[in-house]
């Protein structure tokens, strides 16, 4: 068992996808928690269940509850399946907050309320894991105001530097590109949606006179521009941080978050639900992570107990 304090520090959050309990024998229970938990169902929904029962042929209703069921979750994913976001410790693979959200969830919206769980717990946390999907602002910004470390892979989607072209310079707040000019100005400018982007100039002489220039700025003599979005500066540095040694050997230890949600699924039902609508499901995850839970606390203290037998053992 390694050092709880330094163990207790570093939570991992993921979101992992469980399957809803839709067969062609429920389609009312299901409509009906649409309703419930929706307020009404959506519009494009066809309300109007076939009439499975009157058909004798056990396939062709089969077919037809199939063909019903598919024709809905291209309408809403809601009902039909479900999110389970859960917060765990890495080395004792321990988890510390599960919550549950209808299948249109965005992973990570919850990323705050998970971390408020996980120190109701005594969790003093220190470092964060996540894979690409919590590489978002809002979230960085929550783990900067709890002085707590990111490590957290760069999206692509999120941060669009071709960091083989450009090089940033924090002291100096200048980007240079791959062939030395760099930039000698910057502004702030607002697309007509409203979205603020930031502007950087490079040298006009410098860009005019590059034998490189068709690359850049299409052969028309204008300096080169580096257009970024307002937090393209701290993903940078995240990148940059997302690239040493160091980062890489911690972000290892993210592996035992899926090797959870496969104990989870495999061996305790979590890739299916087996209720219906977002409280069964709830419970359900919530008995499987209590569940686990024990089975990985009998697991550390028997090792520990083997331990100390070992010592007492082997000791004069």
């Known amino acids: 068992m390694s050092d709880a304090a330094e ?9 992992t996808h469980t399957e809803a309990s839709a067969t062609k024998k429920v389609p009312e229970r299901i409509m009906k928690n ?6 009404a169902i959506p519009d494009g929904i066809d309300k109007e269940i076939p009439n499975y029962n009157g058909i004798e042929d056990h396939k062709q209703a089969k077919e037809i509850m199939k063909n019903y069921l598919e ?9 039909y399946g479900y999110k389970v976001e859960f917060a765990m410790v890495p080395e004792e693979r321990i988890i510390t907050s599960i919550n549950v959200h209808d299948g249109a969830y965005v992973d ?3 990323y705050e309320g998970l971390c408020t769980k996980a120190k109701e717990c005594g969790i003093n946390i220190k470092e964060a894991y996540g894979d690409k999907a919590y590489f978002r602002k809002p979230i960085l910004d929550i783990l900067n105001n709890d002085q707590m470390e990111a490590t957290i892979p760069v999206s692509e989607t999120v941060y669009r530097v071709e960091e083989s072209m450009y090089k ?4 100096s707040d200048q980007w240079f590109c791959e062939y030395g000019n760099y930039t000698v100005g910057k502004k702030k400018k607002t697309r007509k949606d409203g979205r603020q982007l930031l502007e ?3 040298e006009k002489e410098a860009c005019k006179n590059c034998p490189n220039r068709k690359e850049c700025s299409s052969g028309t003599g204008i300096a080169n521009k580096l257009v970024l979005g307002l937090n393209a500066l701290e993903f940078y540095e995240c990148s940059q941080r997302a690239k040493t040694t160091e980062f890489l050997e911690k972000y290892k230890k993210r592996a035992s978050q899926e090797w959870k949600n496969g104990e989870m699924k495999r061996f305790h039902g979590m890739d299916r639900a087996r209720g219906y609508g977002l409280r069964s499901m709830r ?5 499987t992570a209590l569940a686990v839970n024990l089975k990985r606390i009998a697991s550390l203290l028997s090792s520990y107990f083997d331990l100390i037998c070992y010592r007492l053992l082997a000791s004069p």
């Open 168 to 171: 940033y310079n924090k002291d």
């Open 71 to 79: 024709k809905i979750k291209s309408k809403t994913d809601s009902f």
């Open 34 to 39: 649409i309703e419930k938990e929706k307020g």
């Open 200 to 202: 950087y100039k490079f």
């Open 283 to 287: 419970t359900q995850a919530k008995l």
């Open 7 to 15: 163990t207790e520090n570093e939570p991992s959050v993921d979101c």
């Open 108 to 110: 990570g919206n919850d």
